[in-house]
């Protein structure tokens, strides 16, 4: 099979090299000369890469070898499925799962549990051209005619993620005269982001990071835990998977800190990316438009689900938003209906600021794709980082355009991107104080708002990796 990079890249700069949905940027040395400021890299069918050298020649390049714990989480290698190395997460791993069940024992047989991101919805609505709803529930038929039992919706999980990040940045600001390095806090939703923070600057950023874990991981706590012991089950005769925009949530899934000993099982056993469920579509010769709709299950017995819900500011999951009113009202008695987004070097790094009686008192941004992270990063470094929250994501624009997502050959894809956005944005919103079911299990399954088992369950920790020395030229 041809490699999907075949062909002849041009690179002006080896920062066009870095980023989500782009080319990995571990397997290859290149020598860029001063002066030329363009290297040439000829990519072969069977995936070997050649620089093409100044007399018009070719030289093979050194090819890396690629494992977890060198992954940048750039999203480059695990787009090209000649390499995908994280066997353990795919959707042929769901099938077997599916496939054993069939001839199991009874007892025997594991409950197959798929939570949906709104993100990969919106990017399957698009492609089949149906409304989120009719694709949530057509997404449920699919995956119940396969073997599937329960299929849930991550914006479920996503009202906790929220309510813990408001908690955390009130916490953090009023703790601010007590610790330099209380703020600003750093949003830790994307795993793409946390990877690089722990493996490029770990022990300067993390006491930044929010410890708040992100919407798939606080379903794994859901599922593995409270799902588990309403089913009466041990967590490890659940296997949940996931369905997300990015290869990234793999790298999140397969964290230890996110792995039971007792029970030998993760929280997240496998995630499928919204394209491999397209292709599991193909596979099983199913086209989702043609499916008959399905009723959505829903975790909280209490709370019927009709169509899935949302949450206000914008396809990464609306962290800034949400902290913003919050803090704004929590701290400052100030309620802010709608947020002015102030654009700054880009459209992809902006800031929103509350000012009371002329002075700015509160000041956030939203940072996306890795040449404006690097930049905050570097403001930080040279203690000029004016803000006290940022959101940020590794790819440009987001979730939405995440690795992961669908292409459309014959539409453009700044124009599918819009569509999609458009798709994710026509379904229904609420606070995530305000969602059915919450309520009730922060206060039968975590025993309270701020309780230690809240805590345990609904926050992790970031651990600063070794840099492993590399002959590779990457400039970060
Ligand atoms: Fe994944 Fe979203 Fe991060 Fe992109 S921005 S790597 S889609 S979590």
Redesign the pocket.
């Known amino acids: 099979m041809a490699s999907p990079f075949s062909g002849v890249l041009q690179l002006t700069d080896l920062d066009d090299f870095i980023g989500?949905s782009q080319d990995c940027i571990k397997p290859m040395k290149v020598d860029k000369r001063s002066g030329s400021g363009v290297a040439k890299i000829h990519i072969e069918d069977d995936g070997s890469y050649f620089q093409v050298t100044q007399d018009g020649g070719t030289r093979k390049l050194e090819k890396a070898k690629i494992s977890l714990d060198d992954c940048l989480?750039c999203?480059g290698c695990v787009t090209s499925a000649e390499t995908v190395l994280i066997t353990q997460q795919s959707h042929e791993e769901l099938r077997k799962v599916i496939d054993a069940n069939k001839t199991a024992a009874p007892g025997q047989q594991k409950l197959v549990v798929v939570s949906v991101s709104p993100?990969s919805r919106a990017s399957l609505a698009a492609q089949f051209g149906l409304n989120p709803t009719d694709t949530a529930r057509k997404l449920t038929a699919f995956f119940k005619k396969i073997g599937v039992h329960y299929v849930f919706d991550t914006s479920f999980s996503r009202n906790f993620s929220l309510l813990e990040s408001q908690r955390e940045f009130v916490q953090r600001f009023r703790g601010q005269a007590g610790s330099q390095q209380a703020l600003p806090v750093l949003a830790s939703?994307?795993?793409?982001?946390i990877c690089y923070a722990e493996k490029t600057h770990g022990s300067f950023l993390i006491p930044y990071l929010s410890t708040v874990r992100?919407p798939q991981q606080v379903m794994g706590s859901l599922v593995k835990d409270f799902f588990a012991q309403q089913q009466h089950l041990t967590p490890d005769s659940i296997y949940h998977v996931t369905v997300?925009?990015?290869?990234?949530?793999k790298l999140e899934a397969s964290r230890p800190d996110f792995f039971s000993q007792d029970y030998q099982t993760r929280d997240v056993d496998c995630v499928v990316t919204t394209g491999e469920v397209f292709k599991l579509l193909e596979e099983e010769g199913i086209s989702l438009s043609e499916l008959e709709p399905a009723p959505l299950d829903s975790l909280c017995s209490s709370v019927s689900a009709q169509e899935p819900s949302s949450h206000r500011g914008g396809g990464?999951g609306g962290y800034l938003e949400h902290v913003f009113q919050h803090a704004a009202r929590e701290l400052f008695g100030i309620h802010v209906d709608e947020i002015t987004y102030r654009p700054l070097r880009n459209k992809d790094f902006q800031e929103v600021t509350l000012e009371k009686e002329g002075q700015i008192v509160l000041h956030f941004a939203a940072a996306?794709g890795f040449r404006n992270i690097q930049n905050l990063v570097q403001k930080l470094k040279r203690g000029r980082c004016p803000y006290h929250y940022v959101e940020v994501?590794?790819?440009p624009a987001?979730?939405?355009?995440?690795?992961?997502?669908l292409k459309a050959p014959n539409t453009p894809g700044k124009e599918l991107l819009q569509r999609v956005e458009t798709l994710y944005s026509m379904v229904r919103t609420e606070a995530p104080e305000d969602a059915p079911g919450i309520q009730e299990l922060y206060r039968c399954w975590l025993q309270g708002e701020g309780s230690e088992r809240a805590g345990r369950l609904l926050h992790t920790s970031y651990h600063a990796v070794e840099k492993a020395s590399s002959s590779l030229g990457i400039r970060w």
């Open positions: 989500p989480a999203s993100q939703a994307c795993p793409g982001w992100s997300m925009p990015c290869y990234d949530k990464s996306y994501m590794a790819c987001g979730c939405l355009n995440g690795g992961g997502q």
